[in-house]
């Protein structure tokens, strides 16, 4: 039955599964709702209810018995001793019995079979007090010389009461009976064991003094009409207990007139106790009274409840199994007195999400497909989650449902159904704590690809569809992480196995989809969306379809701040997309000049594909601000298209004066010739601009004259003496080989440095080294102020 958040679990109806004992159908009935009966159904069922039945009814003679036993008899008479032993051997059997009758575990909801912890619980329980009831306490009093204090410890057997108790809560349960008579019933015996308890109780209070003083008691002084009580002890035992019996009544209904009252102290201390207990059982009996005039126990709306299923199911004509199912879950939720959402509505959403933390958080943690989440994703997850639990047999998903819910498996075992190719069916794996189900058809958006069967009493929880996405879209690393765990589950799950296509598709999916969200954000400025999912975990790094980063398209848009952003998380500011564009072209196309600089100081370059043909085009276009910007950050002006144009080429020829000064100014070259021979000046003459002709004519006489000074200056460069330092040592040698150098001029050859540093050095060195040990073969490869080493074919060994 599903729970409505957290809350108390069931403790109700168990599988029919197991070693030990444990119950079919009502069997449990009789006796305490812990002892739920024995497992087998058939013959050892019938012989398990008929034995309770039997205890039953010792419980109710042991009951009646003992405030008898203990006010009006002195040691049990031969004609009820060895009734008194037979009552006491079923009992010690019954003892024995309860070491192998299963229970449910309060905490965990799970029958319990094993033997030694069924025995445990048991000690632990009503065993000793079990076992001291059935001790032959009358013989035990003979044997003790008749000591009083022995005659206490027969009130222990009172605890079989208990066993009433649990008959009737049954029997107001079984919608066969009318509600209104077993409770009319119960409180009848409820009222009449308190008035038999009471008037032994008010009889022995007047044994319990010596003969000689039994006028001093309440019976021993009355009188009724003409007969009194005196010597009351050889009045007949009938006539005694109804007297006691009428006393105890009338106290309690406190309309005595008087001519039974207490006498002495004793009396009369019982009778204060016993009329402040009266007016506790009074209130009881007429508060259940009116309980069942206004109709509002919760027993009652149980069996309102079970009528009408049973009106429902008789209408309908539904089958025995889905008959067991709708009662066992019934009676599931009444007996395990689930905690419904309304309890807890008027708590705090912060208290609720501690209860649930406190609750389910140990589960969540351990479940392998959330290993390696973070903390703040397992958090969500656990706050949102709902109880529920299902009986053995039931089908909790179906093969090719549209699943809604994932579950998570705190206690029991339910298995994977797989339909066989032949229709049979056949058992994938077995689902035990800790494990999840509907998973793969959630994240994978598939039907659910196998029925998923209860084998025991299952304790779940479970998670909506829709929440469950929304936590894995804000979360998305840790749902990246869960679909890898999903794809890296156990080898021997086949579930997964098979479809393990359908999970990588998916979680390419996702990474798409993610990446669309992040270049979103960078399209429509939404820096604070950006930034949230690129701290959660979003990759800024990833492109899109066209192969576009965030980083182009917060260039393309102007968006310094989020440009700058993403600066600082490392992307490569030079990557380009599928049309070869990066974000400093980008930035540059749309004018955003300080968006480009925020680029170019973090090390983007301006590589364009084809520059020559992309600076032509402007040029055509007349888009001098591109052109502008380009040349600014090192594009060369001298870059040809297709047909070995420049950009000046183009402006000269369409007679753009400004174009072709910007273009001069940044270095372009006049001289250049286009496939068919023509320059820029001759293009300009064409175009019949004067005062086009007039600026290329001057840029050609600044060019000639700056390259007739480049000229001059390398001959001066030439005919200026060069200096260098020669040493006679190699290089690389030790330090104790080392000497003073000479400082010589750089002949026209090798040969002739060799031979005058020989002379002057006097060593006998034969060629000439660099300081990186590099052979010198030509004097012009000498610069000004070298250092040189002459050296021998023996030192090149070194």
């Not at 109806?13 to 197991?18: E, K, M």
Request: charged share 25%; aromatic share 12%.
């Amino acid at each position: 039955m599903p729970g409505t958040g957290p809350g108390l679990g069931p403790t109700g109806s168990s599988p029919n599964t197991g070693p030990g004992l444990c119950p079919t159908g009502s069997s449990a009935d009789i006796g305490p709702s812990s002892d739920l009966g024995p497992k087998s159904t058939g013959l050892s069922t019938r012989w398990f209810r008929l034995w309770r039945y039997f205890i039953l009814a010792w419980a109710l003679y042991s009951s009646f018995f003992t405030p008898l036993e203990f006010g009006f008899f002195r040691g049990l008479p031969n004609s009820l001793f060895w009734f008194d032993i037979t009552s006491q051997t079923a009992f010690i059997i019954d003892i024995g019995i309860n070491f192998f009758l299963a229970y449910r575990d309060n905490l965990t909801y799970r029958m319990v079979y094993k033997p030694y912890s069924i025995a445990l619980r048991y000690m632990k329980s009503s065993f000793l007090i079990d076992l001291l009831g059935c001790l032959p306490w009358d013989a035990i009093y003979k044997a003790s010389g008749r000591k009083e204090g022995v005659r206490y410890l027969v009130w222990i057997r009172l605890s079989r009461v208990s066993k009433i108790t649990a008959f009737f809560h049954k029997r107001e349960k079984d919608i066969r009976i009318k509600y209104l008579f077993t409770r009319i019933v119960k409180l009848i015996v409820v009222e009449l064991y308190c008035t038999h308890t009471a008037a032994c109780i008010f009889y022995y209070l007047a044994t319990t003094l010596p003969a000689s003083k039994e006028g001093y008691t309440w019976i021993g002084s009355l009188e009724l009409g003409d007969y009194k009580y005196s010597s009351f002890r050889e009045i007949d035992f009938m006539k005694r207990y109804i007297t006691s019996l009428y006393f105890a009544i009338v106290t309690m209904a406190t309309v005595g007139y008087g001519d039974i009252h207490a006498v002495n102290t004793r009396e009369m201390i019982f009778i204060m106790i016993y009329v402040s207990f009266d007016m506790i059982l009074g209130a009881y009996l007429i508060g259940n009274m009116t309980a069942l005039i206004v109709k509002g126990s919760r027993t009652e709306r149980y069996r309102d409840k079970m009528k009408d299923l049973v009106k429902y199911m008789n209408r309908n004509r539904l089958g025995r199994g889905i008959r067991d199912q709708i009662d066992g879950h019934v009676r599931l939720q009444y007996e395990s007195n689930y905690t419904e959402a309304s309890v807890l509505q008027d708590i705090p959403a912060s208290i609720r999400a501690k209860i649930s933390q406190n609750l389910y958080k140990d589960y969540i943690e351990n479940v392998p497909l959330f290993k390696g989440c973070s903390s703040e994703f397992i958090h969500q997850i656990v706050i949102r989650l709902q109880e529920e639990f299902f009986l053995p047999g039931e089908v909790v998903m179906g093969q090719g449902d549209a699943v809604d819910q994932v579950y998570f498996i705190c206690h029991g075992v339910l298995e994977a159904v797989g339909t066989a190719e032949d229709g049979t069916e056949e058992t994938v794996t077995k689902l035990e704590s800790n494990h999840s189900f509907g998973d793969i058809a959630i994240l994978c958006n598939i039907p659910q690809p196998y029925t998923i069967r209860v084998c025991e009493l299952c304790r779940l929880l479970r998670i909506d569809k829709q929440l469950f996405s929304n936590i894995l879209q804000i979360y998305f690393v840790d749902g990246r992480t869960v679909l890898n765990n999903l794809l890296e589950g156990d080898e021997s799950d086949t579930r997964v196995k098979q479809l393990e296509s359908d999970i990588i598709f998916h979680v390419a999916k996702q990474e798409a989809e993610l990446a669309l969200r992040v270049n979103s954000a960078a399209f429509h400025g939404d820096f604070g969306h950006l930034k949230g999912l690129i701290r959660a975990g979003a990759d800024p790094k990833k492109t899109d379809y066209d192969g576009r980063t965030p980083l182009h398209l917060a260039a393309s848009g102007g968006y310094e701040d989020i440009t700058l952003f993403l600066v600082q998380q490392n992307v490569d500011v030079n990557i380009s997309d599928k049309s070869g564009n990066t974000a400093l072209i980008e930035a540059i196309k749309n004018g955003h000049d300080k968006v480009a600089t925020i680029l170019f100081e973090n090390g983007a370059k301006l590589n364009l594909s084809d520059p020559g043909s992309q600076l032509c085009a402007a040029v055509s276009k007349g888009d001098s601000d591109f052109l502008r910007r380009v040349l600014s950050y090192g594009v060369d002006p001298n870059s040809k298209d297709y047909d070995n144009r420049t950009p000046l080429h183009i402006a000269a020829a369409e007679g753009m004066f400004f174009t072709a000064k910007l273009l001069l100014e940044n270095g372009a070259n006049v001289f250049a010739k286009a496939r068919w021979g023509t320059t820029p000046l001759d293009e300009a003459r064409r175009s019949g601009s004067r005062p086009l002709i007039r600026l290329m004519e001057e840029a050609k006489s600044k060019e000639l004259s700056e390259f007739l000074g480049k000229q001059d200056q390398q001959i001066q460069d030439k005919r200026k003496p060069r200096r260098c330092t020669v040493f006679p040592f190699h290089p690389w040698g030790p330090e104790e080989k080392k000497r003073s150098g000479i400082v010589l001029r750089v002949p026209e050859t090798i040969d002739v440095l060799i031979q005058s540093a020989q002379e002057k050095l006097e060593f006998s060195g034969t060629f000439i080294l660099s300081e990186d040990g590099g052979r010198i073969f030509d004097a012009d490869m000498i610069s000004d102020d070298q250092k040189l080493y002459l050296v021998t074919d023996k030192d090149t060994t070194v």
